[in-house]
Nanobody
């Protein structure tokens, strides 16, 4: 069993920054598990944001490239999403996900609201 818990969401003005955290626990070797972030705005489908592979390769959606940075601290079993230059269109519930032994696990999500 694997648990992922996101935190760090909140209300921020446009142009501001937030750092989301994703704490992993349970039966997971965090250092070799690819992880990613998705988001879902009201009335929209869930959208991929960023992925970091276990080899520290990172890829980003075009909409966030240059503004968001995905990273991890293997010792803390925690992933991060640093979000800078936030825009109102970044408003969404953000979810982290990890791939463990072929299975995808998801957190419960954290709300990010960007005011204009």
């Amino acid at each position: 069993q694997v648990q992922l818990v996101e935190s760090g969401g909140g209300l921020v003005q446009a142009g501001g920054s937030l750092r989301l955290s994703c704490a992993a626990s349970g039966s997971i070797i965090f250092s070799i598990s690819p992880m990613g972030w998705y988001r879902q705005a009201p009335g929209m489908q869930r959208e991929w944001v960023a992925t970091e592979t276990s080899g520290d390769n990172t890829i980003y959606a075009d909409s966030v490239k240059g503004r968001f940075t995905i990273s991890r601290d293997n010792a803390k079993k925690t992933g991060y999403l640093q979000m800078n230059s936030l825009k109102p269109e970044d408003t969404a519930v953000y979810y982290c996900t990890a791939l463990v032994r072929g299975n995808s696990y998801w957190g419960q999500g954290t709300q990010v609201t960007v005011s204009s």
